[in-house]
């Protein structure tokens, strides 16, 4: 089992930059897979970028290809998101999550097993 709990949320004008962070507790040294997603009013949760623990680069979404950034402290066992330029498309409730004891990741939120609650972000124009 994982616990997790995002913060870092909040409301900022495009351009500006928010750092997510999801704190993880449990049993994280069984964690393979980590991921970002967010969900906007009536839309379908989305993958915007997942990182593999023991190897491989980070993955990202098109969409937010160049201006999100994921990272891993794995000391504190805290994931983040690092999120520059945004846009008021950005805005959305965004969630952290994790899947143990896999040989690959992915962003399709069916693959993952442990969920944060969310934090909102809400980009104005």
């Known amino acids: 089992q994982v616990q997790l709990m995002e913060s870092g949320g909040g409301s900022v004008q495009a351009g500006g930059s928010l750092r997510l962070s999801c704190a993880a507790s449990g049993d994280t040294r069984s964690v393979d897979c980590w991921g970002w997603f967010r969900q906007a009013r009536g839309k379908e949760r989305e993958g915007v970028a997942r990182?593999?623990?023991?190897?491989?680069?980070?993955f990202y979404a098109e969409s937010v290809k160049g201006r999100l950034t994921i990272s891993q402290d794995n000391a504190n066992n805290t994931l983040y998101l690092q999120m520059n330029s945004l846009k008021p498309e950005d805005t959305a409730m965004y969630y952290c999550a994790t899947r143990l004891y896999v040989y690959y990741c992915t962003t399709d939120p069916a693959f993952f097993e442990f969920w944060g609650q969310g934090t909102q972000v809400s980009v104005s124009s």
């Open positions: 990182i593999y623990t023991s190897a491989g680069s980070p």
